[in-house]
């Protein structure tokens, strides 16, 4: 196990600058994921910690020691990739074995760490198969078999569920989670799924065009969201936005007038965003009015897409609502639940 501390890491093509000075502190046994929207940057970072590519610029630490020039097998790091990159020859036995006997451990060795990682993986009965005889979920445990045999100092996994159905997904991102708390080896794991990173980082990174844009816990960035692009990144549906001026009596947007909590009359005068989750808005019967454009009943919760002003929002409601387009309901958004940013930068106005 080990830190790992990126500061000020560049990356660039030729003249084209990708990743642009980014920062970085990973601790010893945290799990962090990486997530932004594709082309962000996400690969290149961790494949820049991995020594798959060259560092432009800053340094990269790892365990205290700095490694930019250092190759990838001196890094004592494991990396997972979304393409299982399996030997097809192989068995799983021999699949998961192969780095240790690159690295001359013995056969006895050998056999006992892969027959611990099969046990962790639920691997024991599959040892002797090919690849081929493997379903998607049985490939990519045995691509994490393979990581976690050589016992390395930091896991990197780089969109390892993207290959498999839904359904899987699901079941394979609470598997990754468990093995890392029996494990606790630092981990970096890139998706552009934000539920992914919701649900499995103890803190998120979220990148956008080669820069950060917010480091936190996964329910800090849900709560208080730094800027507008990390709002309408994290959470689904998306969050809200309504376009208008910070008024005396509330938010003022396509003719109408919106709460607000008290907190936000310093801003009074100001043109900026109004932002609510979908869940956050109400049904009242003394709330505004909107016009019903969609309506999908989820069992749990009922969605519906509607006209608010001037603006499509999305509400998501507990209560079972037999409606038409076309109808009107009256909501009112939770004035504590508010966000508001700036119509220029799109930061958070405190
Ligand atoms: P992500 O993994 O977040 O989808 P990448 O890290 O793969 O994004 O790519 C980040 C950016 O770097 C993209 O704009 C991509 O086009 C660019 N890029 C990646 N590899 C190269 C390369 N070998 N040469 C030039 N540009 C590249
Ligand atoms: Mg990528």
């Not at 660039?12 to 046994?29: A, M, P, Q």
């Not at 630092?186 to 998706?191: A, L, P, Q, R």
């Not at 549906?237 to 005396?248: C, D, Q, R, V, Y």
Request: hydrophobic content about 40%.
């Amino acid at each position: 196990m080990a830190q790992v501390t990126l500061s000020n890491i560049r990356k660039s093509y030729g003249s084209v600058n990708v990743i642009h000075g980014v920062d970085l502190g990973i601790n010893d046994g945290e799990f962090v994921v990486l997530v932004g929207p594709s082309g962000c940057g996400k690969s290149t970072l961790l494949r820049m910690i991995a020594g798959l590519e060259t560092i432009s610029g800053g340094t990269l630490d790892i365990g205290g020691r700095i490694v930019n020039d250092l190759d990838p097998k001196d890094r004592d790091i494991a990396m997972v990739f979304q393409s299982y990159a399996l030997y097809p020859h192989m068995t799983v036995a021999t699949n998961m074995g192969f780095s240790l006997e690159h690295r001359g451990g013995s056969k006895a060795e050998i056999t006992e760490r892969v027959n611990w990682a099969a046990g962790i993986l639920g691997l024991e009965s599959l040892l002797q198969r090919y690849p081929r005889q493997l379903s998607g979920g049985q490939r990519q445990r045995v691509a994490m078999g393979r990581a976690i045999v050589r016992n390395p100092q930091v896991f990197l996994f780089d969109e390892p569920l993207s290959n498999l159905d839904a359904k899987l997904r699901v079941v394979m991102r609470g598997e990754i989670k468990s093995l890392h708390q029996k494990l606790k080896t630092t981990t970096v794991y890139v998706t552009h799924d934000q539920v992914e990173a919701m649900t499995m980082a103890d803190r998120i990174v979220v990148l956008n065009g080669g820069r950060v844009e917010q480091i936190g816990a996964p329910l800090d960035l849900y709560d208080r969201p730094a800027n507008r692009f990390v709002a309408g990144f994290i959470g689904s549906p998306s969050m809200n936005f309504l376009e208008g001026t910070i008024a005396p009596d509330g938010f003022a947007t396509g003719g109408l007038t919106v709460p607000l909590p008290a907190e936000a009359q310093r801003h009074v005068g100001r043109p900026a965003i109004f932002g609510i989750r979908p869940e956050h808005l109400r049904l009242d019967p003394a709330g505004i009015p909107a016009e019903v454009l969609l309506v999908e009943p989820m069992g749990a919760e009922t969605q519906i897409t509607m006209r608010l002003g001037d603006t499509q929002v999305i509400g998501v409601f507990r209560e079972r609502v037999a409606l038409s387009p076309g109808a009107v309901i009256k909501v009112i958004p939770d004035a504590a639940a508010v966000h508001l940013f700036d119509a220029d930068g799109g930061q958070r106005l405190e």
